[in-house]
């Protein structure tokens, strides 16, 4: 069976946000499929759409073309029929494109939601699971499920569309106090904001009681594996120690290459050295291994002392804010809520 | 290899998840208190209450073994030895003479047992798989979406103990 047994569907937009689902959807003979695959949790983003795509071309300095949600080569046939998984980062796309498609005029009735729910997780995992979900995909099941699901999709009511679209606008606020309050206070028909917020908080810098700013929860597992030898981000990633598993756990979220985006960007932040980098044992394209990293006093300092401004660290964008941003000094404190400097 | 594990695993998961626990022993269910009958079950031999079957096997005695009462224990690799173990007793059960009927289980159990030992060899760490990907290069490190290598989206279903959603791991350093 594929799509051309469902009436009015396999000549639908669809879209899905990993490229394993575009190809599954290709292969089930659908012809116009849009992959929006950009990982959201990590990076810039912008309420507008054009803002948007700059902020994230300048951020991973891409030269594929990931995120063709905002493509002016797309022909937005109705339906639109929405592919979404558990997945947390899959879920933030879901509002953006519901926020997308009102924009360009798509009425919330002709757009069809396909929620996939996670597999149940082994019993025999080789390392524990996260208490969030990053790596559900829709191809997760069997294309029977998938074409029954298709077979009688339903759009969002409007009050859930709205509230999707009012989610990716405080996501992309410049304040994200109000997204946090979301996140803690939860919001019906989207369930993955506690555990999304889980993963947010791991990359604002903190604050302690005592006014102590720290390392965010990433960068403390960075400099914590990292020490006086050389270490591949390879060697980074795989740490035998609690540090490494969380680190590889928080990776499920924003994918192993952002390990070495990081350390990158910790080598060359030029207002220390905390970080210093050397070539590597392989080529530039092997970017786990291109590249090796040690730790200074200067970063022994910054993770067991703190950091005397947030300045000290290198920033990085999360949403519409900054972490270790001057201009938008948010910092966590222990209760997990955010809070201005 | 990974795949046809998960096909051996779904093979033998009902039986398995079936296991009625008593101290000491577990038997497939429906067939604890009386004789399961000549290929109704895994059938190992009892030296005693709580042991691991290292006792020879008695015709009569059909259960379990142990260990695999303790879901915990369990793999994927472990469950396919279970699987075949199950074939092969199901097989002896059907022996008529009891003298060879009583070798064929003790060669059927003596395999199980070797079996698992090469699953604890075998199960290597899914981060060691991961580095071994990584220095393969191209096409294995090459990004599948936006952050992710091929690497990594192996080792998140390896360390989930889940299939693979790419084959190509198996080309790429995963078992």
Redesign the interface.
């Known amino acids: 069976m594929t799509m051309t047994n469902i009436p009015g569907l396999f000549s639908a937009t669809h879209v899905a946000y990993d490229s394993a689902t575009t190809d599954r959807l290709r292969q089930l003979g659908a012809t116009n499929v849009v992959r929006a695959a950009d990982c959201l949790l990590i990076g810039p983003s912008r309420r507008d759409a054009a803002e948007h795509a700059r902020a994230r071309q300048a951020w991973w300095n891409s030269s594929e073309e990931w995120d063709g949600l905002y493509s002016p080569e797309v022909h937005w046939e109705r339906p639109v029929v929405v592919w979404v998984s558990a997945s947390i980062d899959q879920r933030v796309n879901l509002w953006r494109t519901c926020s997308w498609l009102r924009h360009v005029g798509i009425a919330s009735r002709d757009v069809l939601m396909l929620e996939f729910e996670a597999l149940p997780r082994s019993k025999f995992p080789q390392e524990p699971f996260p208490s969030f979900e990053c790596t559900a995909s829709v191809v997760d099941h069997p294309d029977k499920v998938l074409l029954e699901r298709l077979a009688r999709a339903r759009p969002f009511s409007t009050t859930r569309y709205d509230r999707a679209v009012k989610l990716w606008d405080r996501y992309t606020d410049g304040n994200p106090s109000r997204f946090v309050s979301s996140c803690s206070r939860g919001i019906k028909g989207f369930p993955e904001l506690a555990p999304l917020w889980t993963v947010l908080s791991c990359f604002f810098p903190g604050r302690t009681p005592a006014g102590v700013l720290r390392l965010s929860r990433l960068d403390e597992l960075l400099l914590t594996i990292l020490s006086g030898e050389w270490q591949t981000p390879v060697d980074v990633f795989v740490h035998k120690s609690q540090e490494g598993l969380a680190l590889r756990q928080l990776s499920t979220c924003t994918g192993d290459l952002f390990v070495a985006h990081r350390l990158n960007q910790w080598a060359a932040f030029a207002s220390n050295a905390a970080v210093e980098r050397a070539a590597g044992p392989k080529q530039p394209d092997n970017r786990m291994l291109a590249s090796v990293y040690r730790l200074t006093e200067r970063g022994i300092q910054l993770r067991d002392a703190g950091l005397t401004a947030l300045t000290d660290a290198p920033p990085l964008p999360i949403g519409g804010t900054e972490a270790y941003s001057t201009s938008a000094p948010w910092v966590l404190r222990e209760d997990s809520r955010v809070v201005r400097l | 290899m990974k795949s046809y594990l998960w096909i051996a695993a779904a093979v033998i998961l009902p039986s398995f998840a079936a296991c009625n626990r008593t101290v000491g022993e577990c038997w497939p269910v429906g067939e604890g208190d009386k004789n399961g009958g000549v290929g109704s079950g895994p059938v190992i031999a009892s030296g005693g209450t709580g042991d691991n079957g290292d006792s020879p096997p008695n015709p009569n005695d059909f259960k379990i073994p142990e260990a695999d009462c303790n879901?915990?224990e369990?793999?994927?690799c472990t469950e396919k030895c279970l699987a075949s173990y199950e074939t092969a007793a199901t097989t002896c059960g059907k022996v008529q003479d009891d003298a060879q009927r009583k070798s064929c289980q003790e060669g059927a159990y003596a395999g199980y047992k070797t079996c698992r030992e090469s699953c604890k060899k075998a199960?290597k760490?899914?981060?060691?798989m991961?580095?071994a990907c990584?220095?393969m290069?191209?096409p294995c490190?090459r990004?599948?979406?936006?952050?992710?290598?091929l690497?990594?989206y192996c080792?998140?279903?390896?360390?989930?103990?889940?299939p693979y959603?790419?084959g190509e791991c198996y080309k790429c350093g995963f078992e």
């Open positions: 879901i915990a369990q793999s994927p199960s760490p899914c981060a060691d991961y580095v990584t220095d290069g191209m490190t990004e599948i979406d936006l952050g992710y290598s690497c990594t080792r998140d279903d390896c360390a989930a103990n889940r959603k790419y």
